[in-house]
């Protein structure tokens, strides 16, 4: 596929990328390896290229992370709701993760001081979060509308897998949240009992769900959570905290 | 898809090499060698070589049949593992010094890559080429017992990378693996291992390569360090709750193999770190490097938390550059073998060789040993290398491909673009769909 033009691709009125030159297959594969450099660690992240407003200068560390944030609706919703929080977003396909690039830099030169807190890498982050965050740095972790992966062997490439909880639990810091919400119910159940029988994890309770004014973004903030909306489509969502496991060798 | 490339692209030939693989009994008494599908073993007490008995009383057991990736002896001599590309895991008892009984096979779903068996000798854990980590209950075994159908339950895993190493700490608390893709990941392995892993203790992050082979210091003064030898060409040392890295010692540079620039570097992964072995005292640590025909002794200082070289025992005489490494701390010797199986087109499709470096202390000298002076004699090396004495021509040309088995066995295929498109073309799931 040969690279699009970048300067091409903005809208003259909005001075936004433009959506349709950034299209890529829709699924991708997670298993196999493409070439994007990798930190080494998660203290060779350079975080003066992703928030050069507070850095050099600041000791903060990303906080959230939106796994698999497509076209970044979500990060752009919470960077003016978390102003002092600095979150990532995490992408595989190349040119999504560019559109949210160009996204949010156009939105930092249009909103002086705002957004400055918002960034994407592009990677695979069902192998590459060890390589982001430190243990218990994040507070907040979304997976909205992930592929579905419906057929039985592929179900290891889904991105909430009882494997793959271990990192995250890795990742979050006690008391920090999980967020996943899908359209596709079998992915909903699967998500929410890999969840429901970690023992790392409990859910959070209605009256925490109502409390949580992240929780009403789940299915409004992302392009994938608009679409379904405007389909009338139902949405299945699993909120859970990380929490000390009871037997801390069980 | 990487895990599926490393399952077919055996058709090819090169992956399917397996270099040769030696474990030296903790108490001396006898040194076990795999090679392609063979396992040969020899009683150094006795100076006879062990036979292997595989009977019915055991189901499923068998002799494998596929190359065998690891093996090993538990912390107190009394068990043996072998496993390997036929999806089998074979326990032995090495009770006898004529023979020894398989009293389990445990069967997986996907080859084996790496094995381990926690000190205290309840468990034996495994991985498989989709990077899973699977424990089986020993508990309880008696020797002379077959163990009943043992089946394996999923502890951890890795995501899609292949395990190149397991390791248990020296006190059992947590479970190391290591992987291609430059990670090591400390589990804290729980009481109730059968319900999983899922407390990760920490990473250790910073090789720039395949981290090929992790080593702890047996003494129980050091539980929490622990070294690793990578495709980067260095040794590093840790701190494994924190996954903290004490320091970094460029061995193939300190050798003299690399110019210390770094020009030639990577690439071609020449000086590789293949194997990692640590002496009982912690003191002195012995690499086996890509290349280099001998190994590296690094002396740990303890205090300072550095790794120095020491000295660089050259083999005269030979390419000999070993494979796989052994020691035995009461006689503070270190077992060296070289060799492949599988080589596709050679008039010498497997080869081993062993040598032996007596002396490996902070006083002494370290001497390479001599045939003649070999612990075991002659019938040593006919039971382990297949023959007395190795033919010239099949050590030069072993040598080549022991370099290329090494480096395919480690390095994740690269694929240009182009071949990847006609990769995904000849994919059998696409196959399927038209
Ligand atoms: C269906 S979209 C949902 C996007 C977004 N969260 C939303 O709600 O609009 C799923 C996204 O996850 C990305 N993705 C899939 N596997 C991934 C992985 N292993 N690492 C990072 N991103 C991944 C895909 O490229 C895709 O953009």
Request: with cysteine.
């Amino acid at each position: 596929m040969p690279e699009t033009e970048v300067k091409s691709t903005f809208n003259k009125s909005t001075g936004l990328p433009r959506k349709r030159f950034y299209r890529a297959r829709a699924h991708s594969n997670p298993l196999s390896d493409s070439h994007f450099p990798v930190p080494i660690s998660p203290s060779h992240v350079d975080y003066s290229l992703h928030f050069p407003h507070f850095f050099p200068g600041s000791s903060k560390k990303i906080q959230f992370a939106d796994i698999g944030c497509g076209f970044g609706g979500l990060l752009i919703s919470l960077a003016t709701l978390f102003p002092e929080t600095l979150m990532v977003g995490m992408e595989l396909r190349d040119k999504v993760s560019e559109y949210v690039k160009e996204r949010i830099l156009s939105l930092r030169v249009a909103n002086p001081g705002q957004y400055q807190n918002v960034s994407v890498v592009r990677t695979n982050s069902m192998k590459y979060i060890p390589n982001y965050f430190e243990k218990a740095q994040l507070s907040k972790m979304f997976f909205l509308f992930p592929d579905p992966h419906f057929k039985e062997k592929n179900h290891r490439r889904r991105v909430i897998s009882p494997f793959l909880l271990d990192e995250y639990a890795y990742v979050l810091e006690v008391g920090g949240i999980i967020y996943t919400i899908t359209d596709v119910e079998e992915l909903g159940d699967w998500m929410k009992s890999c969840l429901e029988n970690h023992p790392m994890f409990e859910a959070l309770t209605e009256k925490e769900l109502e409390a949580d004014p992240v929780v009403k973004l789940l299915s409004s903030a992302t392009e994938e959570g608009q679409k379904v909306a405007r389909n009338e489509g139902q949405t299945f969502q699993a909120v859970y905290r990380r929490i000390v496991p009871s037997d801390q060798t069980s | 898809m990487e895990e599926v490339d490393s399952e077919s692209n055996n058709k090819d030939g090169v992956s399917e090499v397996a270099p040769a693989l030696i474990a030296v009994h903790p108490l001396r008494s006898s040194v076990a060698v795999a090679l392609g599908s063979d396992l040969r073993v020899f009683d150094l007490l006795a100076g006879c070589a062990v036979s292997l008995v595989v009977d019915d009383s055991v189901s499923g057991a068998a002799f494998h049949k596929d190359s065998i990736r690891a093996i090993r002896f538990g912390a107190n001599g009394k068990l043996f593992v072998s496993a390997g590309d036929d999806k089998t895991l074979n326990i032995w008892s090495p009770l006898s010094s004529s023979s020894w009984r398989c009293i389990s096979t445990v069967s997986s779903e996907k080859r084996i890559s790496a094995v381990a068996i926690s000190n205290d000798g309840s468990y034996v854990c495994f991985a498989d080429k989709f990077g899973v980590v699977w424990v089986v209950d020993i508990s309880g075994f008696d020797t002379n017992q077959p163990l009943l159908d043992k089946r394996p339950t999923p502890l951890l895993s890795h995501y899609c990378s292949i395990i190149t190493s397991l390791e248990f700490s020296p006190d059992d608390r947590f479970i190391l693996s290591a992987d291609r893709d430059f990670k090591i990941r400390v589990t804290n392995f729980p009481k109730k291992p059968l319900n999983g892993a899922h407390e990760i203790q920490s990473f250790c992050l910073g090789h720039t390569e395949f981290v090929s082979c992790l080593a702890f210091f047996q003494a129980q003064k050091y539980p929490q360090r622990l070294l690793s030898g990578s495709g980067d060409s260095t040794v590093r040392l840790w701190v494994i709750s924190s996954g903290a890295l004490l320091d970094t010692c460029e061995v193939a540079t300190k050798a003299g193999l690399l110019e210390a620039n770094g020009s030639g570097k990577a690439e071609d992964h020449g000086h590789a770190v293949t194997d990692l072995c640590t002496t009982l005292d912690g003191l002195l640590v012995a690499v086996a490097i890509q290349s280099l025909q001998g190994i590296v002794l690094l002396s740990h200082n303890v205090s300072a938390h550095t790794l120095t070289l020491a000295k660089v025992v050259s083999i005269e005489g030979e390419a000999f550059v070993p494979t796989c490494l052994g020691y035995s701390p009461s006689a503070r010797e270190l077992w060296m073998i070289t060799g492949v199986s599988g080589l596709p087109g050679s008039s010498h499709p497997s080869f081993a060789r062993i040598r032996v470096i007596s002396g490996i202390d902070v006083e002494q000298d370290a001497v390479v040993l001599g045939d003649d002076k070999i612990p075991g004699g002659e019938k040593l090396l006919e039971t382990l290398q297949g023959t007395a004495s190795v033919d010239e021509n099949a050590f030069v040309a072993a040598a080549e491909a022991v370099k290329t088995a090494m480096c395919n066995l480690l390095i994740k295929k690269q694929y240009s673009s182009e071949n990847r498109e006609s990769r995904k073309k000849t994919r059998n799931d696409r196959k399927l769909k038209q």
